[in-house]
């Protein structure tokens, strides 16, 4: 059986009851997106045949999606979060916005208000005793060269086995997570340990969707950052270590040419002694050039719902939505 109706009177003015169109109140803008995501969806059903136990065996990909709070996940291996910073770079490009670090996407894990420290501190609360000791480090800069101190560097990263604390229950809180203040010649230095990459849970519905493709879920070993300072446009980025056998091969699409940085071993007695480690390291530098902008919304990340954030934001959704 073949049939095609989308074309048909009845199905366009089903689409258009469907997106509201007929009703005073709602958003237009809701309306009017909704209305293209389905009919392009209602289109794939009719062009592709697709059958009803087809479609309902998405619907429940789809709710498992939904109770393992993993869309976030599913988002970038299906590109969007590449997709959204391409359309960044290229408005940056358009408004001459140029010269900056790359910008790379946010992923889902982080975590609002993670410990403060000034220029330099640690990272790791010591207990992961696989992970190889790391000293990262580096300056931000303006686009001229000049040092910005006083930027705010927020960073954050797996431990040894691939997890990220809040979201590992096994962790301490805020361990892997610092925000770090940069000194009067805008460097910033932490000791912490090398992630680990990771991988999507296998049995997860993120990983049945990738399954589908042909695709594996893995990203290399990466470190996430926030870097921020007045006068300055917000970089969402991360670093890739060089050397991952997933470092140019990332189901999340977060590699960039740019940001894979290489962790140099080091097991100079002196330089162990300059830092106060007690053996040898791998130093991970990362100079951060930062684009300049008078745009108050430049300054700042976009807003999303974020972990922390999250549980201010479903509260008060709850506030907004009693009955009295
Ligand atoms: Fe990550």
Known sequence: MTVKIFDTPEVQNFLNTIAGFDQEGGSDRAKQILHRILSDLFRTIDDYDITPEEYWSAVSVLNALGQGTQFGLLSPGLGFDHFLDMRMDAADAEAKRTGGTPRTIEGPLYVAGAPEVQGTGRMDDGSDTDGETMWLNGQVRDTQGNPVAGAKVEVWHANS?????????????????????????????????IPSGYGCPPDSPTQEVLNLLGRHGERPAHIHYFISAPGHQHLTTQINLAGDPYTFDDFAFATREELVIPANRIDDAGEIARRELDGPFSEVVFDIVLAKTDEAALQNRHARPRAKEREQDQASQLAGTARV
């Open 161 to 193: 086995k691939g997890g990220y604390s809040f979201f590992d229950p096994t962790q301490s809180e805020y361990n892997l997570r610092r925000t770090i203040i940069t000194d009067s010649d805008g460097r910033y230095a932490v000791r912490s340990i």
